[in-house]
């Protein structure tokens, strides 16, 4: 299987599998061995299963196989997995794993029927990556993660850290994190989009040095402690009450704004200002003092001014500011939807807050930039 990469996607496969950064001359362990010199994917998975077969996770057979057919990098990080993925990884026990259609139906369960086009569904429902919806899932997800590569490359080598430091922060911190995963159901999605991105960073820069003389020392100085403290910084903000804001990969970006939950932005086709009743996503919480200068009009709906699915407005959903969750009492970013509609749902990962509880500075603020989206002055 080797014999089938690339010169520079070989040689990744080597130096990714050194056990500490001192290491001259890393070199494939014995199952990778036994993997390359396989030549059909079929036997490939196969083996990998064998080796995987007594933790509770296991991974999909197509993220095996584009991970082996195109190494570790993913140029498309930003808009869908790719590459070595935790979304290539899942619990043994989640139901119709193997089957696009029950992958579709939980696809469009977790996202609201007509959030996602049928073209993003059936990537992810094709591909067979897995998105967590509970703390549990996404722990095993993690966890598998992390031993996957280690049997890839080394046990705790170089490659794995930030994906173990990050397992063992979560863990430990599983009090904290279980009702956070509880208000967003997508959370796990978001985390692990961020260890992919730190990951596929760390690799991207590691590549550079591959065709040196001593690559694995001279990327060192630049490399060594990047991924874990990218991670621990990361993680120490949630274990301070603050919950860093992460966008979805693209692909996964509904027609809402990332700070609403519910969405009559886009494919609903009752009369304008007409809200579309959402299914089951909670009951309606009310804001009392939104004010005409920065409520949408009617004839106009929430998507025309917040979506991170256009381009032109992606700046109006990014750099607000993080109050008290209503439920949760984390700090989470404010919610435009309630603010601008006067209406959100009680279960929104983000903060409903009325604007008399902001400080006054802060409201002067947000008052004026909402009131310029609004009214077409942004």
């Known amino acids: 299987m080797m014999n089938k990469m690339g010169q520079e996607t070989e040689k990744f496969f080597l130096i990714l599998s050194a056990k500490h950064w001192d290491e001259k001359r890393p070199g494939l362990n014995e199952f990778m061995k036994r993997l390359m010199k ?3 994917m079929s036997r490939a998975n196969e083996l990998v299963r064998s080796e995987m077969r007594r933790g509770e996770g296991a991974i999909t057979e ?8 195109g190494g570790y990098l993913c140029k498309t990080v930003d808009e869908k997995p790719g590459g070595f993925t ?10 119709g794993a193997y089957n696009p259609r029950l992958v579709e139906q939980s696809i469009r369960e977790m996202f609201g029927d007509n959030k996602l086009s049928d073209e993003v ?3 992810y429902a094709k591909g067979n990556f897995f998105l967590p919806m509970t703390f549990p899932d996404f722990m095993i997800q993690l966890e598998t993660c992390y031993r996957t590569l280690e049997l890839f490359t080394s ?13 063992r922060l979560i863990q430990e911190q599983a009090v904290r994190y279980r009702p956070l995963f509880l208000s967003d ?15 596929q960073n760390f690799c991207l820069d590691f590549s550079e040095f591959i065709f040196e003389r001593d690559p694995i020392r001279s990327a060192r100085r630049r490399l060594e402690y990047r991924f874990e403290d990218q991670v621990q910084s990361f993680f120490n903000g949630i274990r301070n009450g603050v919950v860093p804001s992460i966008l979805l990969p693209e692909s996964l970006t509904p027609n809402s704004s990332i700070t609403g939950l519910t969405d009559d932005s886009g494919n609903h086709h009752g009369p304008p200002g007409k809200k579309a009743q959402g299914k089951g996503k909670g009951k309606p919480e009310g804001n009392p003092e939104v004010m005409p200068a920065w409520r949408v009009p009617p004839g106009k709906r929430f998507g025309d001014f917040f979506s991170p699915g256009r381009g032109d407005l992606k700046a109006n959903v990014v750099g607000w500011p993080s109050f008290p969750h209503h439920v949760a009492k984390t700090e989470r970013p404010m919610c435009l939807r309630f ?18 509880a902001m400080p006054t500075k802060t409201w002067a603020t947000v008052r004026e930039r909402l009131t310029k989206i609004v009214s077409g002055d942004s």
């Open 339 to 356: 603010q601008v509609t006067g209406e959100c749902t009680a279960n929104c990962p983000n903060s409903h807050i009325l604007p008399s």
């Open 121 to 123: 569904v059936k990537f």
């Open 38 to 40: 396989d030549k059909g």
């Open 185 to 199: 159901p997508t959370l796990g999605i978001k985390i692990g989009r961020f260890l992919d991105n730190v990951f």
């Open 86 to 95: 935790i979304f290539m990884f899942r619990p043994v026990h989640s139901q």
């Open 62 to 69: 197509n993220g095996l196989i584009q991970f082996l057919s």
């Open 155 to 167: 046990r705790k080598g170089i490659a794995s850290k930030g994906y173990r430091l990050a397992h």
